[in-house]
């Protein structure tokens, strides 16, 4: 969202504009909860390591956190990070559900507008961890 999160909403535009998201999987994706990818460093399927996944971002630097009042629910998009709220760079998650315990914790960057059946059949990974060994990914991204 260009007007509540605009350095997330960028950052993700000139990520897809530079084909950077393309082959890039759904590393950890938690039935209920929430579809995690963007790991641009260790995520492509390409070159997919299961054991660094999720580690890496993009060469670009760290993002501040953009927090708004917009609630985690279906279909939102959400800046990944580490502990720290300014750590978000490439990944982000897509919600499956509602998740109050994230509002106000994270940046709300989007949601999705159509192809709710898509979001919802992507490959769920283990059930505590999330993570898979085969998972799907984002064959091309493309920004506007």
Not at 48 to 77: C, K, T, W
Not at 100 to 109: A, E, F, M, R, S
Not at 125 to 140: A, V
Request: glycine residues 12%.
């Amino acid at each position: 969202n260009f007007d509540t999160a605009p350095n997330a909403a960028n950052r993700l535009k000139t990520l897809a504009g530079q084909g950077m998201y393309d082959g890039v999987t759904f590393h950890r994706v938690i039935d209920g909860f929430m579809a995690q990818t963007g790991d641009v460093r260790f995520g492509n399927i390409k070159n997919y390591d299961p054991s660094s996944v999720g580690r890496g971002g993009s060469q670009l630097p760290d993002l501040e956190a953009e927090f708004s009042g917009i609630p985690f629910e279906m279909g939102v998009v959400g800046m990944a990070r580490s502990q720290n709220p300014n750590s978000a760079n490439s990944q982000f998650f897509i919600m499956f559900d509602t998740a109050p315990h994230l509002d106000g914790n994270y940046t709300v960057v989007g949601k999705v507008v159509s192809g709710k059946d898509v979001l919802l059949n992507i490959k769920k990974g283990n059930k505590s961890t999330g993570l898979m060994y085969q998972p799907d990914y984002i064959s091309r991204a493309w920004s506007k």
